[in-house]
């Protein structure tokens, strides 16, 4: 119930210089009254406010950089696209990625590899992506560019607010702690504070993507209240409440793969019976119809290249694989039917790749879900929540790792970017 | 994100009126240094809020009462046991029930009455029960006591942040807005202004009062994150996150009863199928053990009787009871795995009339559970999240009630307490 950093001076500064900051990069250009207006400041309130960020180089006076540096005074505010960069990588069982945002949001550079990681150690795959990042930052250091945080997302059970990867069962992974592995990646240098990092499985990053990014394009923004659900070789989910990811209380929250269907249904590999895995899994599914997976995928390596096949087929009128993606439909109806009377989310959004199966596995979705809610429909609901699909697809994780990379700046404006003003930089 | 009531200095001092109060009341009595510890304030700081607390009657001296009215200077600090109450009131499909409870969370004043309220229209309901306040509240009023706020537990769905009951199917009402037929026991009297009125579904109460009441008795203080589960009729359950109740976006979380447990089972009332109330579900348990619900109820009129009627069935050995109870188990078991799966809550806690169940019901539950979330499990949770059995059992939803309605104190003490000292009251 206490805000952040407590009631003290130094705590109060520090929340309106992010409300600064968060406001204009979401909202910006803004004029400095339309920023007091929108944190519910006085003008005069927000004036040294602004100052301090622009003197950070963390906003700009928008037009500046078209009049040779000077800008309009009381001119509009911007954030800025050079400084702070978020650095987001995946580990992906069939490949590794990273890419780079700037604080307007942009993706500043990208790389990704196909990767046989699936039952790899830690320490390669590592070691790869830490090439990788290197790679990316060297990209980015050209245009004025640095990297402000670290955030990875991984296929498995992450710890809460710690580094350590759980257990990913598609990378035989357990109890794998990513930062020494990553400590060249993440290391001070150039003057500049070791990179604050941050590891996190891929359906959250999905879900914070989606938050952030999935309005846009003509499209309603997000509702805060959300269950956003994925796949790659696993099916994982994200709950979001009152725009807030729900990590539960080990940061297991969203194993919606193993909620029980069909309870007297096959042994999955978690132990239980009838998961939801076990019918609308990539494997399931394959196998479903008719598709070997192991085949599939040395056929058409590479990130979603298996459920890329499926689709192929799907649309070329493979019966057998329709039935098997209308079965899968339905299971992930009864599953999230399950979820949406325990959590009345506004929306079902279906990301990763998922979203590229929507054509043909939404209709049955639909169907369970309306049937299996109607308590909460019939009471005012109008047809239990919207299902939707994300139009981030398959780049949702990737780009929700690399805005949350961003967050240590967005939070704590100053002590990120100007190690200068204070002697706690180096601790952080 | 932000700080209730901002970062002005109104602002600033009602929250820690607010601390003031919370920590004396949870952790008192205690010296003033050591509530200025425990908020983080200086002893400086913390002297007027306390004076102005102690002023409007909210904390007392402890020893004062017994030293008649001095106390020892610079003595430990209480919360008062005059003063303000909450009223806790509770609509069942067999019975009312009215009390209030004191800032130390003590209950001063408890009335009851079996009902008929199995659709009977909201009109005389309320009309009942005002005569049940008017009752507790003229009893409080004798020792010092007066109410500052009413909070009304019902067996249904309530719209968020409304006093309007959504859809209540097992008392028959429908959008029906409790506020007006309550007009009378919340009006404005004597001076004092008229009662903030909430109305909540049973199941969240229940979780509340198990997260202020549960602990204590030498039993550990509940944990922050837990799915409650209880039943009456029908079944509820509440999600706690991080001490909060999960509301969902239109306040219809925790809708467990109507989870689907065999996707292709009975036709429920809600127009799915195979959902748990058609396995754990009162009517369905005495059904399942021969036992027809009307007669049951007929036998024994009255509060959780037909539960209680299960109980004495089942620990006289009445075989077809404790199988229908084992299956129950099962049930719940299943539809609770998805839930843990969902949510990785650190306890499920069996409330309501469901705890006087569980000598018959765990032991099928915690093998489905153990069963079924194995990943977790596996991965350090050290056999999936403890399942506990409330103490409160049929009492959760109206002590939480009454603890609910003594929130606008522990939000906002002097504004409730004091009308005299702010303009605002007589809007609230």
Chains 1, 2 share one sequence.
Do not use: K
């Amino acid at each position: 119930m206490t805000a952040p950093g407590g009631d003290t001076q130094h705590g109060i500064r520090r929340r309106n210089l992010a409300r600064v900051l968060r406001t204009v990069a979401a909202q910006g250009p803004l004029s400095r009254p339309a920023v007091a207006a929108r944190i519910g400041l006085t003008r005069a309130g927000v004036a040294p406010l602004v100052d301090e960020l622009l003197r950070a180089g963390l906003l700009v006076e928008a037009g500046r950089a078209a009049t040779g540096g000077r800008g309009r005074p009381g001119g509009e505010l911007a954030v800025s696209d050079r400084g702070p960069a978020g650095l987001g990588a995946e580990i992906g069982v069939d490949h590794l990625a990273v890419c780079a945002v700037d604080l307007r949001g942009r993706v500043r550079a990208r790389v990704a590899a196909e990767a046989a990681n699936r039952h790899s150690a830690p320490g390669p795959v590592l070691r790869r992506l830490s090439a990788l990042l290197a790679e990316v930052t060297d990209a980015i250091a050209a245009e004025g560019l640095r990297p402000a945080g670290l955030a990875v997302a991984v296929p498995g059970l992450v710890a809460r607010g710690a580094t350590t990867v759980v257990h990913a069962p598609n990378l035989g992974w357990r109890a794998a702690d990513l930062a020494p592995g990553l400590a060249g990646a993440t290391a001070a240098r150039d003057g500049s504070p070791a990179l604050p990092l941050t590891v996190e499985n891929e359906a959250n990053l999905g879900a914070l993507a989606e938050l952030r990014l999935g309005g846009g394009d003509g499209r309603p923004e997000p509702p805060p209240d959300f269950v956003h659900v994925s796949a790659e070789i696993g099916i994982g989910a994200a709950v979001v409440v009152d725009g807030q990811l729900l990590r539960g209380a080990r940061g297991f929250a969203g194993e919606l793969g193993h909620v029980p269907v069909y309870p007297d249904g096959p042994v999955c590999g978690c132990g239980g019976r009838g998961c939801l895995e076990q019918y609308a899994g990539e494997e399931a599914v394959l196998r479903a119809g008719g598709l070997a997976p192991g085949r599939a995928a040395a056929a058409h390596p590479g990130p979603g290249a298996r459920i890329g096949l499926l689709a192929r087929r799907a649309a070329d009128g493979d019966t057998a694989v329709v039935r098997a993606l209308q079965e899968a439909g339905t299971a992930l109806g009864i599953a999230l039917a399950g979820a949406v009377n325990l959590l009345d989310p506004r929306a079902v959004v279906l990301g990763g790749a998922l979203a590229g199966l929507a054509p043909w596995i939404l209709p049955s979705l639909e169907r369970e879900l309306a049937l299996r809610t109607a308590v909460a429909a019939d009471s005012g609901r109008a047809g239990g929540p919207v299902v939707t699909v994300s139009r981030l697809g398959a780049d949702g994780p990737l780009l929700g790792a690399a805005h949350a990379a961003l967050q240590t700046v967005l939070d704590d404006p100053l002590h990120s970017s100007a190690p200068a003003h204070s002697p706690r930089n180096g601790t952080r």
